[in-house]
């Protein structure tokens, strides 16, 4: 039996959490010549998909719910032809699976990016991801989008406006939400300063839209080594790609990626706007009781933001 759920998911709460011995028994009846190999769990489980190790090689991608297979078609269709333009690796989409009585949705299998998330890097590190980053986002942005529609009607909100009435509801319902943190006049009082950006200053592009740390792996040194979850994949405002500077550089850092990613200041208004409420506020309010870490380092981030525009938000 499936329901519908508070933000649009469609679950099926009688159907089991998988485990390694599944995923043998999915790749033995569509893919045997893996089946064979070691599966395990991944650390790079996230709230879209389950994903599983299989071997050294691979990895399959899993989606949690009906409603984020549309992401895993996407990312199956499209990254093979992006792939070749981009200068950072990405997974190589290997196998996209039927479902089947044993797993009612589609299932990739992909290549292993090698490489470790970020996490509480010194200055030097975070110029050197940003560095990467930056230039990554550049050569995303370039490549051609094959005469594909661009917008929220083809590819979802993110490939839309950083405010819109819709947002200014978000905005609201997570000051709400969140009282036992912010102070909800001071929430409104950051997004009405926030929210008045200046219009795109450039074409719709391709755009990542969730470049976060959890999608992102850098070498010892902070090299970025690789770019994962292409789910989110669209044709929309590439101020998008940038709003998880304020979560994870400080302030010289992001100065760094602003450069490297010939950012203008249009752009980075609307980026920093797009940061305070979907994945900021709203993220908070969803996922503070099941992703503390999200939380804390989402909860910086707001009040970074928030800091920029003159308003303590506590």
């Not at 064979?36 to 599983?52: D, E, I, L, T």
């Not at 190790?53 to 549309?70: E, I, K, N, W």
Request: aromatic share 10%; proline share 9%; charged share 25%.
């Amino acid at each position: 039996m499936a329901y519908l759920t508070n933000d649009g998911r469609v679950e099926h709460p009688d159907e089991p959490t998988p485990d390694a011995a599944f995923v043998v028994r999915l790749l033995r009846d569509q893919f045997p010549d893996l089946a064979g190999h070691y599966v395990r769990p991944s650390n790079a489980s996230g709230s879209s998909n389950w994903v599983f190790r299989v071997g050294d090689a691979y990895a399959v991608r899993l989606p949690r719910s009906d409603s984020y297979t549309a992401d895993l078609l996407t990312e199956a269709e499209f990254l093979p032809r992006l792939a070749p333009y981009l200068d950072v690796p990405v997974p190589d989409v290997r196998f996209l699976a039927e479902p089947s009585v044993a797993f009612p949705r589609p299932w990739t299998v992909v290549t292993w990016v090698p490489g470790a998330t970020p996490s509480a890097m010194a200055p030097p590190r975070q110029a050197r991801m940003a560095v990467g980053l930056g230039r990554f986002m550049r050569r995303l942005h370039d490549v051609d989008t094959f005469g594909s529609a661009a917008g929220p009607e083809r590819w979802g909100y993110r490939a839309g406006e950083p405010v819109t009435d819709e947002i200014d509801g978000w905005a609201d319902r997570a000051a709400r939400l969140l009282e036992d943190i912010f102070d909800p006049g001071q929430v409104q009082k950051a997004w009405r300063r926030l929210r008045d950006v200046p219009p795109a200053s450039a074409p719709p592009c391709w755009i990542h839209t969730d470049l976060s740390i959890e999608n992102l792996l850098v070498s010892p040194d902070g090299d970025l080594v690789g770019v994962v979850d292409f789910g989110g994949l669209g044709i929309g405002d590439r101020s998008v790609d940038l709003l998880y500077a304020w979560s994870m550089f400080d302030p010289s850092a992001r100065d760094v990626l602003r450069s490297e990613s010939d950012t203008d200041e249009a752009t980075w208004l609307r980026a920093r706007a797009w940061a305070f409420v979907g994945p900021g506020l709203l993220t908070i309010a969803d996922y503070r009781h099941s992703m503390p870490d999200r939380t804390a380092r989402l909860t910086r981030m707001v009040e970074v933001i928030a800091e920029e525009v003159g308003v303590p938000l506590r």
